[in-house]
Nanobody
Framework: QVQLMESGGGSVQAGGSLRLSCAAS????????MGWFRQYPGKEREGVAA????????YVATSVKGRFTISQDNAKNTIYLQMDSLKPEDTAIYYC?????????????????WGQGTQVTVSS
């Protein structure tokens, strides 16, 4: 069983930055895929970024490429999402998720473990 705890959400003006953290605890394989998703009201969750915690390979959605960066601290079993140049359309609930293997995908249905979500609000 894996538990995920997000932190770092909040409110910021357009052009600002936020960093989200996701700490994993429980039984964690040495190499899994962990990702960030976001959800707008009434919409399905969409993949934002993912990282293979073993190889360190990262994947970032086209919509946020160049503005968002995913990274990890293996010693802390924590991944991060650095969000720069934030736009009002980035306003959403952001979720951390983890798979049971290292095959990263943007499909939310393939992720088994989820955090509780953290609100990010960007004002214009």
């Amino acid at each position: 069983q894996v538990q995920l705890m997000e932190s770092g959400g909040g409110s910021v003006q357009a052009g600002g930055s936020l960093r989200l953290s996701c700490a994993a605890s429980g039984y964690i394989y040495s190499s899994i895929c962990m990702g960030w998703f976001r959800q707008y009201p009434g919409k399905e969750r969409e993949g934002v970024a993912a990282i293979d915690t073993g190889a360190g390979s990262t994947y970032v959605a086209t919509s946020v490429k160049g503005r968002f960066t995913i990274s990890q601290d293996n010693a802390k079993n924590t991944i991060y999402l650095q969000m720069d140049s934030l736009k009002p359309e980035d306003t959403a609930i952001y979720y951390c998720a983890a798979k049971n293997d290292d095959r990263c995908t943007s499909r939310s249905s393939r992720y088994y473990y989820w955090g509780q979500g953290t609100q990010v609000t960007v004002s214009s």
